[in-house]
């Protein structure tokens, strides 16, 4: 008698590998992603007005300093 598989079975291993992989690399892009977004820069001088107000985007800069607890 030979030992047969049944005929729905099959070797999950590649799949699964394959899966890691594809999270792995999704990780990867992730990151590469995360790091071009970009940071508020309180130093920027679009900030402010020449008369010294805030722009929009330096209130928009406070809040996220607020948010992240820099401020």
Same mark, same amino acid.
């Given at each position: 008698?030979?030992?047969?598989?049944?005929?729905?079975? !099959?070797?999950?291993?590649?799949?699964?590998?394959?899966?890691?992989?594809?999270?792995?690399?999704?990780?990867?892009?992730? +990151?590469?992603? $995360?790091?071009?977004?970009?940071? !508020?820069?309180?130093?920027?001088?679009?900030?402010?007005?020449?008369?010294?107000?805030?722009? $929009?985007? +330096?209130? $928009?800069?406070?809040?996220?300093? !607020?948010?992240? +607890?820099?401020?």
């Amino acid at each position: 008698m030979t030992d047969k598989k049944p005929p729905h079975a !099959f070797d999950a291993k590649p799949v699964l590998d394959l899966i890691a992989s594809i999270e792995a690399d999704l990780q990867r892009l992730k +990151g590469l992603v $995360e790091e071009q977004v970009e940071k !508020f820069d309180p130093a920027n001088p679009h900030n402010k007005t020449p008369e010294g107000k805030l722009t $929009e985007e +330096g209130v $928009e800069c406070c809040y996220r300093m !607020f948010d992240e +607890g820099k401020s």
